[in-house]
């Protein structure tokens, strides 16, 4: 196995890890969660 070869496939695993990432953060079933700890901030005791 060349190191060119496993290069390669490194870069298109940390791609496709990447788009996961993008696609998991920009779901609707998630938009919920992720508004609630946004405004934690901005909420009184």
């Known amino acids: 196995m060349d ?3 496993l290069r390669s496939i490194v ?11 993008v696609i998991w953060a920009w779901s ?3 938009q919920e969660r992720f508004d609630e700890a946004a ?3 901005f909420e009184q005791d």
């Open 28 to 30: 609707r079933r998630n």
């Open 39 to 41: 405004r934690l901030p």
């Open 3 to 5: 190191i060119n070869l």
């Open 11 to 21: 870069t298109v695993l940390a791609l496709a890890v990447f788009i996961g990432i």
